[in-house]
Nanobody, 124 residues
């Protein structure tokens, strides 16, 4: 199971940190990813973290502003979002997969486990 939290309202240029708490068979995870979905738009890949090893990958739209990390003791993955823009406004989801490969990280179809989503609103 995944549970996302930490969303809220922030002004442009501000920061937020989202959390994704994992429970259950986390040893099966290969990647944990963050996606987002703005109203009327498709679900969009934000970034992913290799569960064992910690390598991270990001969409070009967030590279240099967002970072993903993991607290191993808590089985929690974080999405630190800095220099937020109005276009970052969306519902953010965390997702996990035991089998997704690196070349397919951006496909939401590759993830079997999803958190419930947390809303981030950035005002300009």
């Amino acid at each position: 199971q995944l549970q996302a939290s930490g969303g809220g309202a922030v002004q442009a240029g501000g920061s937020l940190r989202l959390s994704c708490a994992a429970s259950g068979r986390t040893f099966n995870f290969r990647y944990v990813a963050w996606f987002r979905q703005a109203p009327g738009k498709e679900r969009e890949f934000v970034g992913a973290l290799r569960w064992n090893g910690g390598h991270t990958y990001y969409a070009d739209s967030v590279k240099g502003r967002f970072s993903i990390s993991r607290n191993n003791a808590k089985d929690t993955v974080y999405l630190q979002m800095n220099a937020l823009r109005s276009e970052d406004t969306a519902v953010y989801y965390c997702a996990a997969s035991p089998s997704v490969i690196q070349s397919n990280l951006a496909s939401h179809f590759a993830y079997a486990h999803w958190g419930q989503g947390t809303l981030v609103t950035v005002s300009s």
